[in-house]
Every structure is written in structure tokens, then in C-alpha cells.
């Protein structure tokens, strides 16, 4: 798999291209609004002094720095705000990876496809382990897999793709395996406000010297173009994160940490609670329909991404064009996610259409 080039984005062209009308359930793009409170405070950013427009800090607004790591309950020096979690899930990596011990990263297949091109691009050698079949960790597996050339292992919850919630007990287990390979472990948590479960726990209350958590607010805050996240680390690695995020970037954009700031003071929980609730509600429409027809698909638990199986149809790029032009419906193939979806294809809940689209498989598949 060709892990460099984005096929998110040539299928999403693919789709806009095609003749008919087609249901969009490839991207991650929320539907839903921003909170109020983040689009006033951008519109009241345009009226602001000169020197608002200039350089921030380069490792983040102070403020938002501080109000992530009160909420967070660790030291604001162990918080840095990047250009989304993907920075951050890019410096945690290469934290991992520059400091001489190991050149090996794990990674749980399926891969959220990001992760294995950044792991390349920094020099790293990937070393894919399956996942149970329900998504959770295959601890024994990593167990296994892990020696004293284990660098870094890559850990997402709620998972993208499978909406998998991770045993804090279990991703805790994998942290004592790193301290013991000297090994880092990045957890994703991008999607902690997409818990369906109740059962997710963030890695960040657990001390240790060997965990890099990121995150973010491109799918909490529906937000994806405005580029804030950020990673809280041990204060050993912030200065190597400082420097390479400085050097990339020079800072991050000062209006969208601003804005973000003011919704995170201002948004009530019943906003994320909203959210939430129609995004597990279309999930269950989505299953049911697939129920109707027999496919096999993954139960998420988080996230909003569904995994689906239709029998003598592989999620190949292939296929997943046909459906495209055939079904009206486009997804992603399972087999960009690796080898143990490969059969699978995945459909992103975010469109009020998803009943639609569960339909409209229904029909070509029925
Ligand atoms: C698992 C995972 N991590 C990171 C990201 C990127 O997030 P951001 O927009 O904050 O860079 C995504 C986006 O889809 C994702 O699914």
C-alpha cells in the first residue's frame, strides 16, 4: 500500500466528478454547526488591532495552552498547540523516533493511513499488528511484537476506523510495555467526544515519562479547516517538539486559537451532547438498514465511521468506484486501512443522507 498519496482526496474528486447524484460518506468533515460562540469570536477577530494579525507564541496562546492543561489537570509546559492533531501525531512520532533508541513503530491494523506515511517519511520501520477482531487491543500480539528496537507504538481511541473504544486498563498495559522497551506510546484521541459506549478514558491522567496524548478540534468543534490541536507530553520532549513545530510552521494561526479559546470557555457540554446523539442515532439507522440486507458491518463504540462487508464484493479501490457509479454511494476501501478490513469498505456517517445511502446500498446489493 502506497501510504504517501491521499486517497481520501481522489475519491472525494472521484465522487464529485461522477455522472448521478452521489452520497458522500468518504470524508471525516463533520455536518454539523461550529459552536456560535467560535464564529462570533472569528467575526469579532476581523475588528481587532494590528497586532492580533502578527506572529503568536509559537508553541500556542498561552491562555489556551493553560485552559487545555487545567482541564487536563497536568502543566501547561506540557502542552503544545499544533496545526491539528496531525501535527501533533507528527511530532509525538518523531519524538519517538529521533531519540536513538529503536527505529521500530507499531501500529494497529487498521491504520488510520496517515500514521504509516508519517512513520516512513521520519525513517521509521512499521511493524503492523492485527487488532482482535472487535477492533480492541491484541495485547499478547504487542506483547510479542515488542523488543528493545520498539521506538514508538501508535494507539487511537475512539478508533478510526473501527469506532473501537480502547480498555483504559488495556491501553494502560502497553504504557507499562513501553516503560519497560523504553518505547513511546502516542495516543490518538481525536474523537473523545464521539464516546456512543460511555466507556472511553483518556490517556492523560496516566503518569508516566513514556505517553504522548493529542488531540484535538477539528471533529469536535466541526472545524476541520482551522487547524487547531495540540499534544501534552512529558516535559523532557516538549523543547524537540518546540523546535520542529517552530521550524516547520513558525507558529500556528493566531485567529483560529483565538477562536477556538473563546468556544472552549463559552460552548456547554450539551453542544458536544448533541452532537453526539445525532451522530450515534444515524449510526443505528445506518446498522439497521445494513441489517435489512445482511451485510456484516462493525458495531462502533465511538468515532463515526462504519465498517461494512457485502458478500463477493471486496472494498477495493475498484469496487468502491463501481459503487460509486453504480450505487450512488461512495466510501472508502477497506483495503486503504490495511490488510484486516481488506474485504471491508468504510463509510463515514457525517451526512444527514446516511439512511439514504444505507437504502440506496440495500437496493444495488438486495
Ligand atoms: C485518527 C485521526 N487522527 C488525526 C486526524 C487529523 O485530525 P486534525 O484535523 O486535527 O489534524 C484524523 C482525521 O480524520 C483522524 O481520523
Do not use: C
Not at 23 to 32: A, E, H, K, Q
Amino acid at each position: 500500500m502506497d501510504y504517501t498519496t491521499p486517497q481520501f482526496f481522489h475519491l472525494m474528486q472521484y465522487a464529485a466528478e461522477a455522472e448521478g447524484d452521489v452520497i458522500d460518506m468518504v470524508s471525516g468533515n463533520p455536518d454539523f454547526e461550529p459552536p456560535s460562540t467560535l464564529r462570533r469570536a472569528l467575526q469579532a477577530y476581523a475588528d481587532f488591532d494590528q497586532g492580533r494579525f502578527q506572529y503568536p507564541p509559537s508553541d500556542g496562546l498561552f491562555e489556551l495552552r493553560a485552559l487545555i492543561a487545567k482541564r487536563r489537570g497536568v502543566d501547561t509546559e506540557q502542552v503544545i498547540i499544533t496545526n491539528g492533531a496531525g501535527e501533533a501525531n507528527y511530532l509525538a512520532m518523531a519524538i519517538a523516533l529521533d531519540r536513538g533508541v529503536g527505529s521500530e513503530a507499531i501500529l494497529l491494523d487498521p491504520i488510520y493511513p496517515y500514521y504509516p506515511g508519517k512513520v516512513e517519511m521520519l525513517g521509521g520501520t512499521k511493524r503492523v499488528i492485527a487488532t482482535n477482531r472487535d477492533g480492541s487491543i491484541d495485547i499478547g500480539a504487542i506483547e510479542q511484537a515488542m523488543s528493545d528496537e520498539t521506538a514508538l507504538v501508535v494507539l487511537n481511541t475512539p478508533n478510526n476506523p473501527t469506532g473501537a473504544v480502547y480498555d483504559i486498563d488495556d491501553v494502560r498495559h502497553v504504557i507499562d510495555l513501553a516503560e519497560t522497551h523504553d518505547a513511546i506510546v502516542l495516543v490518538d484521541e481525536i474523537y473523545d467526544r464521539f464516546d456512543y459506549s460511555g466507556r472511553f478514558a483518556s490517556a492523560v491522567p496516566i503518569d508516566s515519562e513514556h505517553r504522548i496524548v493529542t488531540s484535538g478540534y477539528s471533529k469536535s468543534m466541526a472545524i476541520t479547516g482551522l487547524r487547531v490541536g495540540f499534544a501534552i507530553m512529558p516535559e523532557r520532549y516538549i523543547d524537540a517538539a518546540r523546535t520542529r513545530h517552530m521550524l516547520v510552521n513558525v507558529a500556528s494561526s493566531r485567529p483560529a486559537q483565538y477562536a477556538v479559546l473563546e468556544a472552549l470557555r463559552e460552548t456547554p457540554d450539551t453542544y458536544y451532547a448533541e452532537a453526539r446523539a445525532q451522530l450515534g442515532d444515524r449510526i443505528d439507522a445506518f446498522t439497521a438498514a445494513l441489517d435489512r440486507v445482511g451485510a456484516a458491518y462493525t458495531e462502533p463504540e465511538g468515532s463515526f465511521y462504519v465498517l461494512t462487508r457485502f458478500d463477493g464484493f471486496p472494498g477495493t479501490m475498484a469496487n468502491t468506484k463501481r459503487l460509486i457509479d453504480e450505487a450512488g454511494v461512495a466510501g472508502m476501501p477497506g483495503a486503504t486501512f490495511g490488510d484486516a478490513f481488506s474485504d471491508w469498505l468504510r463509510f463515514a456517517v457525517v451526512t444527514p443522507r446516511a439512511v439514504e445511502a444505507a437504502e440506496r446500498l440495500g437496493e444495488y446489493f438486495g
